[in-house]
């Protein structure tokens, strides 16, 4: 249970940060994306990756 949280964990906070950097414009991959400099996606990318590292932060926990 402990490595899967992390594993989940891990996944969120780099797809959270994927959609920060496509939302603010940073990241333009892949280029056809509808996330490009859309700024919601920047927000839900941030709340993605603060769950993801509260995932990471109670699997280390435990």
Same mark, same amino acid.
């Given at each position: 249970?402990?490595?899967?949280?992390? !594993? !989940?964990?891990?996944f969120a906070l780099l797809m959270g940060l994927?959609?920060?950097g496509q939302g603010l414009g940073i990241i333009h991959w892949?280029?056809?994306s509808f996330m490009l400099d859309q700024r919601p996606w920047a927000t839900r990318g941030a709340i993605l990756a603060v769950v993801g590292l509260a995932l990471i932060v109670f699997a280390k926990r435990t």
């Amino acid at each position: 249970m402990k490595t899967m949280l992390l !594993i !989940i964990g891990v996944f969120a906070l780099l797809m959270g940060l994927l959609w920060v950097g496509q939302g603010l414009g940073i990241i333009h991959w892949p280029a056809s994306s509808f996330m490009l400099d859309q700024r919601p996606w920047a927000t839900r990318g941030a709340i993605l990756a603060v769950v993801g590292l509260a995932l990471i932060v109670f699997a280390k926990r435990t």
